[in-house]
């Protein structure tokens, strides 16, 4: 995979250099046909089966499995569950997203606690997180489900809206918002063009997150995405499956809504 | 835990297509852990592909292949419902196989 994506690179390079007037179709084009490339050689499968395989492994004081999880669906039904994602969760009393849902199963469940499960939820290439493995097995269940978070229950509509105005609320060192790369037409971030993601047209960009990122090995959950970009926008590191991530998710799960899920997807 | 494997076959007209996803560090040798300290060469050596207990295909690969390598093979000669079976061997002689039925 590497051999290929030096390939595409040389080949993107080259045409820059020869064609520069007809520049911009034909390097969108070049990137198409390289994101197709990485999305037939995608191991995102095999990290489904060890996420799996951690799904159904007894862990924790109480020595527990999470089969008996309940993601909304039902416990232990993992199928369709991460489409109505976010979702508010009674036995909880709040709004939930997967990772959320998760480290509450894992605490109610197998008695483990909140700094153990959360010590170390974004992995690298050489050892992915046990949470970023079970992610991925949890999302790949919803492949083709139209996403569908609700918002039916006055949480959900409190968290879908406070997630909206997290979205467009500037500050930080930048005085950025979200909506400062993903608010608008024609932004991009070097060669990567920008979603609008406050309108269903960027739909397409969340159903295909959670994701694996080829040029660094790494599996990416919506929790780091979330934290990677307010990262980049310079602001303080947002706690793990704090209000505020999960509300921002919910907003963007719902702007996308009706869209077949599509993940884990593959990226550049 | 072992790297998983996954295989899928199909017909493509009257060729099979298979696909084989491997789940295998392969470490060239020339990257440094985080201790300085050179990471061990680990790759997989050897891919036989076997069609209804016949080899069909016998690779030797090394270290230049990247980590979880995905191949596709296609063989001429199968037909629908024969069962394919993908195994690896590596350099420190460990293996694993999976297999699948065409569809």
Same mark, same amino acid.
């Given at each position: 995979m590497r051999a290929l994506q030096r390939n595409a690179l040389l080949t993107a390079t080259a045409l820059a250099l020869v064609a520069a007037p007809a520049l911009a179709q034909d390097e969108k084009k070049e990137i198409q046909k390289y994101q197709q490339m990485l999305t037939e050689g995608s191991p995102v499968e095999l990290f489904e089966l060890q996420g799996e395989a951690l799904w159904n492994k007894p862990q924790g004081p109480k020595n527990a499995s999470l089969q008996k999880c309940d993601l909304g669906q039902g416990p232990g039904v993992v199928k369709r569950a991460y489409a109505t994602m976010p979702r508010y969760f009674a036995d909880a009393d709040r709004?939930?997203? !997967?990772? =959320?849902?998760?480290?509450?199963?894992?605490?109610?469940?197998?008695?483990?606690? +909140?700094? %153990?499960?959360?010590?170390?939820?974004?992995?690298?290439?050489?050892?992915?997180?046990?949470?970023?493995?079970?992610?991925?097995?949890?999302?790949?269940?919803?492949?083709?489900?139209?996403?569908?978070?609700?918002?039916?229950?006055?949480?959900?509509?409190?968290?879908?809206?406070?997630?909206?105005?997290?979205?467009?609320?500037?500050?930080?060192?930048?005085?950025?918002?979200?909506a400062s790369c993903h608010g608008e037409e024609g932004k991009r971030i070097r060669m990567q063009d920008l979603p609008i993601l406050s309108d269903p047209s960027g739909a397409r960009s969340?159903?295909?997150?959670?994701?694996?990122?080829?040029?660094?090995?790494? !599996?990416? =959950?919506?929790?780091?995405?979330?934290?990677?970009?307010?990262?980049?926008?310079? +602001?303080? %590191?947002?706690?793990f499956t704090s209000e505020a991530t999960v509300a921002l998710t919910h907003y963007m799960a719902v702007v996308a809504k009706g869209e077949p899920y599509d993940g884990p997807g593959t990226k550049r | 835990?072992?790297?998983?494997?996954?295989?899928?076959?199909?017909?493509?007209?009257?060729?099979?297509?298979?696909?084989?996803?491997?789940?295998?560090?392969?470490?060239?040798?020339?990257?440094?852990?985080?201790?300085?300290?050179?990471?061990?060469?680990?790759?997989?050596?050897?891919?036989?592909?076997?069609?209804?207990?016949?080899?069909?295909?016998?690779?030797?690969?090394?270290?230049?292949?990247?980590?979880?390598?995905?191949?596709?093979?296609?063989?001429?000669?199968?037909?629908?419902?024969?069962?394919?079976?993908?195994?690896?061997?590596?350099?420190?002689?460990?293996t694993n196989k999976t297999d699948a039925a065409i569809a």
């Amino acid at each position: 995979m590497r051999a290929l994506q030096r390939n595409a690179l040389l080949t993107a390079t080259a045409l820059a250099l020869v064609a520069a007037p007809a520049l911009a179709q034909d390097e969108k084009k070049e990137i198409q046909k390289y994101q197709q490339m990485l999305t037939e050689g995608s191991p995102v499968e095999l990290f489904e089966l060890q996420g799996e395989a951690l799904w159904n492994k007894p862990q924790g004081p109480k020595n527990a499995s999470l089969q008996k999880c309940d993601l909304g669906q039902g416990p232990g039904v993992v199928k369709r569950a991460y489409a109505t994602m976010p979702r508010y969760f009674a036995d909880a009393d709040r709004v939930m997203d !997967l990772e =959320t849902r998760l480290v509450h199963c894992m605490m109610t469940l197998q008695g483990r606690t +909140f700094d %153990e499960i959360t010590k170390r939820v974004f992995g690298n290439a050489d050892r992915p997180s046990e949470m970023e493995l079970i992610v991925f097995y949890v999302v790949g269940q919803s492949r083709g489900v139209k996403m569908a978070a609700p918002v039916s229950h006055p949480k959900e509509k409190e968290s879908v809206g406070l997630g909206k105005k997290i979205f467009f609320y500037r500050a930080g060192a930048w005085d950025f918002s979200c909506a400062s790369c993903h608010g608008e037409e024609g932004k991009r971030i070097r060669m990567q063009d920008l979603p609008i993601l406050s309108d269903p047209s960027g739909a397409r960009s969340y159903a295909t997150w959670p994701a694996y990122r080829v040029s660094n090995s790494g !599996l990416h =959950t919506m929790q780091w995405r979330i934290n990677d970009c307010y990262r980049q926008m310079r +602001f303080p %590191e947002p706690n793990f499956t704090s209000e505020a991530t999960v509300a921002l998710t919910h907003y963007m799960a719902v702007v996308a809504k009706g869209e077949p899920y599509d993940g884990p997807g593959t990226k550049r | 835990m072992a790297d998983p494997m996954k295989a899928r076959a199909s017909m493509k007209g009257d060729v099979a297509e298979i696909r084989v996803l491997m789940g295998h560090p392969m470490e060239t040798g020339d990257r440094k852990g985080s201790d300085g300290k050179p990471i061990p060469r680990h790759f997989i050596q050897n891919v036989t592909v076997k069609l209804n207990g016949k080899t069909v295909v016998e690779g030797n690969i090394s270290q230049a292949v990247s980590r979880n390598p995905v191949f596709s093979f296609r063989v001429k000669g199968a037909k629908a419902g024969d069962k394919v079976e993908i195994s690896w061997l590596d350099n420190k002689g460990a293996t694993n196989k999976t297999d699948a039925a065409i569809a």
